[in-house]
């Protein structure tokens, strides 16, 4: 399928119509809403200003997922329950309760909601991945349910190419039932997915090993890869997500979207650099760029006026 250029940013916080004019006139044609902050009635105004609206639904994370489901908590190999990274609480993938109430808030968007396309995110299994700097990662998860599940699928010992695949399997096989869902309902929605930005054997292969996402399986299933090149955060230069992005598309087959970070973290980003970044993100193969993430280009007046210029006029 086609993809126009997306010239888009993802909204953390609720839309407001105070903001619809300067969402506008940004020149912003795709904008990326948490499924929690949809309003049917902003919505239908910013599609019928031709603006795409794709809904983000956060999977296998969120501290109250802890407290509902204390066995979501993710063990390590050694039986250590996952402490909290910052405002990270990664669960686990394998949970059946997760799972299952996680594909009916897909079904009642899918059926409700009037929007463009669904991305999907944390859709890995747990791991701060923004500050992994080498292989040192602890992996997840061992818990009751998963060694449980690897027993009656595969058997044997939990370790090894066996047990990489299994976990793989699982985050591709949850991706594959969102696209049933997507194509019974026979509507024109985009399935979408964000990406770990790693790279082959980026930290000892921690794609696979520890976040578990197989892209070649997963271009399967996905429309467009949304992948998270948020260069600072990453401590990478900015040529990293040209980088990235090439060898991604080369990997999948599908289009690629990077996200670009706006945010001053964890150091100062120039108006210079972001304009820098935004100009490598959106050279081929890619597909567009997404700006992580609106609200803070409305408190930096300078990065808006970038955005805007970039997107009225250059792109």
């Known amino acids: 399928m086609q993809m126009n250029m997306i010239k888009g940013a993802f909204f953390l916080e609720e839309i407001t119509e105070d903001i619809i004019e300067q969402i506008i006139a940004s020149g912003i044609n795709e904008i990326s809403l948490k499924w929690e902050h949809y309003d049917n009635e902003l919505v239908n105004l910013l599609r019928t200003s031709n603006i795409k609206v794709y809904i983000e639904v956060s999977l296998f994370v969120s501290e109250e997922l802890w407290q509902k489901y204390p066995d979501s908590r993710p063990l390590d190999r050694d039986g250590k329950l996952m402490d909290p990274i910052n405002w990270y609480y990664g669960v686990c993938p394998n949970h059946v309760k997760v799972r299952e109430e996680k594909l009916s808030i897909i079904a009642r968007i899918i059926e409700t909601f009037n929007f463009d396309g669904l991305w999907l995110d944390f859709i890995r299994y747990p791991c701060h991945w923004e500050a992994a700097r080498d292989s040192n990662i602890t992996e997840y998860c061992f818990c009751k349910n998963c060694l449980e599940k690897f027993e009656k699928d595969r058997g044997g010992s939990p370790e090894g190419d066996a047990w990489v695949a299994w976990k793989c399997q699982q985050i591709t096989e949850f991706v594959r039932d969102v696209r049933e869902r997507v194509d019974l309902s026979?509507?024109?929605?985009?399935?979408?997915?964000?990406?770990?930005?790693?790279?082959?054997?980026?930290?000892?292969?921690?794609?696979?090993?520890?976040?578990?996402?197989?892209?070649?399986?997963?271009?399967?299933?996905?429309?467009?890869?949304?992948?998270?090149?948020?260069?600072?955060?990453?401590?990478?230069?900015?040529?990293?997500?040209?980088?990235?992005?090439?060898k991604l598309a080369k990997i999948t087959g599908k289009p690629v979207?990077?996200?670009?970070?706006?945010?001053?973290?964890?150091?100062?980003?120039?108006?210079?650099?972001?304009?820098?970044?935004?100009?490598?993100?959106?050279?081929?193969?890619?597909?567009?760029?997404?700006?992580?993430?609106?609200?803070?280009?409305?408190a930096n007046q300078r990065k808006y006026e970038v955005v805007k210029k970039l997107f009225t006029t250059e792109l």
């Open 257 to 298: 979207v990077p996200l670009v970070q706006s945010i001053d973290t964890p150091t100062l980003i120039s108006k210079e650099d972001f304009e820098h970044s935004i100009g490598l993100a959106v050279g081929e193969p890619s597909k567009g760029v997404i700006i992580f993430h609106f609200h803070d280009l409305l």
């Open 186 to 246: 026979g509507k024109n929605i985009q399935l979408g997915m964000f990406a770990v930005p790693w790279i082959g054997n980026t930290c000892g292969n921690a794609i696979h090993s520890i976040v578990c996402q197989d892209f070649p399986r997963l271009s399967k299933y996905i429309d467009v890869f949304g992948v998270m090149t948020y260069h600072k955060l990453a401590d990478q230069s900015a040529n990293w997500i040209e980088e990235v992005v090439d």
